[in-house]
């Protein structure tokens, strides 16, 4: 059977809006991916323990709550401490140029503003994917 | 097939890091499992019987009957009593695309950071069988993890639920008062697999006259086989314990000595045949070309040269015809 794109959509932080999110994880159902959906409020270690078992390639996250700065790095840590370094994780929401550049620094992938299509989501995921996991099977290295 | 072959230490420190209680080599040993990856078999090969089989729960009932809750305050339940969980959450594959939403977590948020709750999301994948084969398969990976007892939510709408139930010991049926229209399509294939009936938001008007039908529905049924009902409000923890006694009721009943014996031996022949149904139809089917032989086919029905069922009849029976001189010829 193909290997799937599995992606983990989650929303961050303490803002109660999950629309965006929702609509990125339908886009992405369309897209032929495996979205995994855990909803509102949840913390870095709710994620990156949910990013773990369901073992996702990309962890997507909707930060609308202005907290990104601190909510990606942790994030990423949790996901490094849990040996997750081949996983992507990227996102959306408010963010600035400026953040943006210096969350990519840290090893965040490319971000999204709220004009960004769904399309060029699901391409910049696809595209991380064929070039950091491919034919790969899943087997620990 | 040589699975495994390709790469035996990969395969060995999996399993090693599984049986540790390890979690990410767990979610790995997963998806090898539901990607048919051929290193799979080696590992389910290389842990099976090396820990106590978990016993397994199935939970299945029609879309938003509160199968997720439920299933997260049992487990909230099992956890009070120290028992280390697995769950498996099964959510429909969209026939149109390949992609999947699996939202079963949203209702399981208060385990996510529990590292003896194990939560996986699993998409059905097609309708060519297998789901049994496969939620078995990872019911047998929490065993070697340390799971002590194992959920698995799959939506009552179509198969997935029969082969769910294929896979556990145990099928809890969960219906709502609001499943009365529902319940007529829904009874014939749900209720025969019922082994325990869960009536959940009790608290809604209707709770009363959805009992008493059920209670109608399953009268014809001799006693002793008719299931238990369950009285449930998941969302405020009403209900929990008369679930977990019903379950340990079944569980006992399944321990007797009659019924234990022949049951393996069924589970065990259903694994195997299963197996074995699955690696000989992928064995023959490549064998045959099949995905070329698929395409050339596909061409002529968009074509309008014929039609998807008169192109499978002719398929099938080509294919057919090609078998019988390959085992003719075989040593
Ligand atoms: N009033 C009431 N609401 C409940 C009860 N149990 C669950 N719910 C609510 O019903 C809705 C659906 O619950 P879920 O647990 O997601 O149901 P599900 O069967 O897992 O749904 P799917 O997986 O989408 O098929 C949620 O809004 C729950 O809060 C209950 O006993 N009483
Ligand atoms: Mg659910």
Known sequence: ?141 | MSAGAEAPAAVASLAEGILRGDPRMLARAMTLVENAAPEAEAILESLYGKKPAAPRVGFTGPPGAGKSTLVAEYARLLRAEGVQVGVIAVDPTSPFTGGAILGDRVRMNEHATDDKVFIRSMATRGSLGGLAARTGELCELLDAWGSEVTLVETVGVGQSELDVAEATDTTVVILTPESGDAIQALKAGLMEIAEVIVLNKADHVGADAMEAALRASLAFRPEGSRPPIVRTVATARQGLDELHQALREHREALAKPEIVGPRRREKVRARIRSAVREGLLDAWLRRQGFEDVLDGVTDDVIAGRTSPYRAARALIERMTRDGKRTNGNGN
């Open chain 1, 1 to 141: 059977m193909a290997r799937k794109i599995r992606v983990l959509v989650a929303k961050a932080g303490l803002d109660g809006h999950d629309r965006g999110a929702k609509v990125v994880a339908s886009a992405m159902r369309d897209a032929g991916f495996e979205v995994i959906y855990t909803g509102l409020h949840q913390t870095p270690e709710m994620i990156a323990q949910a990013a773990v078992q369901e073992d996702v390639d990309v962890v997507a996250l909707s930060i609308l709550s202005g907290a990104h700065m601190t909510l990606f790095p942790r994030v990423l840590d949790l996901m490094r401490e849990r040996g997750l370094n081949d996983v992507l994780l990227t996102g959306g929401g408010i963010i600035s140029k400026e953040d943006m550049g210096a969350l990519q620094k840290l090893g965040v992938g490319t971000l999204f503003g709220p004009g960004a299509t769904t399309g060029a989501i699901i391409d910049y995921v696809r595209g991380w994917v064929a070039e950091h996991r491919a034919g790969e099977v899943g087997t620990a290295k």
